[in-house]
Structure formats: structure tokens, C-alpha cells
């Protein structure tokens, strides 16, 4: 099965995300996108402002090429026009895999550690690493999954 741009941008993944604890009595925050509600507004704004995919929309309001990292942010953006243009078309979108620079891992570099007098500088810059942020393993020597 090959997805189409529309079931990418218009068909929800997953399931909303249901918040495990009761929260009665508490405020709650709510994408009004994709119907997904968070107790906490930090963790709201992480799900706004993540980047899991590049979006390149040529918003004929606006008359702009727009570049969004998710589909709540398009959806937000196309919401704001709702009252003055009803439709999209489909080859406005253009949808890509995130660049390598806006995958989320940690820069380290190790420009700190003292180099070797025989080292060229060219290979005291190859020492960077990028660290997964959830195992913490160099992306470099594990690869992506």
C-alpha cells in the first residue's frame, strides 16, 4: 500500500492521545488539529512545534511557498484561511523526509579534547557526533532505524 499525500496530511496515524491520568479539576490543552489533549502546556507545545516530516505548500491566500515540520502546523495554517478559502489542492503539497540537520539528535563535538600534533584540523572536525536523544548511542556508528 502506497500512501497518498492526502491520507498523509488528512487521515490521523493514530489514535488521539488519550492522557492516562483522571483530570478532573485540571486544565486540560488541545490541539484543535488533530483532537490530541495534553495536561501539561509544555508538553502542547512540543506537539506543536515538532518536527517529524518537511510540508512545502504553496498557499494560494497568501501567495507563498510555506514550509511546515508537522501536519498540525499546516492544518493550523489552512484553518486561518478557512473563512476566506474553503479548499486545497493536493499539488500545492509537497511532502519530504526531514533534512538530516532537523532530525533530532544532540551535537556533541569533542573540539574540547586536546589534539594530537600530527592530526590534521580536518580530522579533529570529523570527531562530531550526533547523539540520539533517546538512546544516547552516536547516530554515526548505530544508524537509523
Not at 53 to 77: D, E, P
Not at 124 to 129: A, F, L, N, P, V
Request: aromatic share 12%; hydrophobic share 30%.
Amino acid at each position: 500500500d502506497k500512501l497518498t499525500i492526502k491520507d498523509i496530511i488528512f487521515t490521523k496515524a493514530l489514535p488521539n492521545y488519550k492522557i492516562p491520568v483522571p483530570t478532573d479539576g485540571y486544565k486540560t490543552f488541545s490541539c484543535t488539529d488533530c483532537g490530541d489533549k495534553f495536561l501539561f502546556e509544555s508538553s502542547y507545545e512540543y506537539h506543536i512545534n515538532r518536527k517529524s516530516l518537511k510540508i512545502s505548500y504553496f498557499c494560494r491566500h497568501c501567495m507563498i511557498v510555506t514550509v511546515f515540520f508537522n501536519r498540525c502546523k499546516l492544518l493550523s495554517h489552512i484553518r486561518s484561511h478557512a473563512f476566506k478559502f474553503a479548499t486545497i489542492t493536493v499539488a500545492d503539497l509537497k511532502i519530504e523526509p526531514l533534512p538530516f540537520d532537523n532530525l533530532p539528535f544532540e551535537k556533541s563535538n569533542s573540539s574540547n579534547l586536546p589534539r594530537s600534533q600530527n592530526e590534521p584540523e580536518i580530522y579533529s572536525r570529523q570527531k562530531k557526533k550526533n547523539i540520539c536523544n533517546e538512546c544516547h548511542h552516536d547516530i554515526h556508528n548505530y544508524g537509523v532505524t
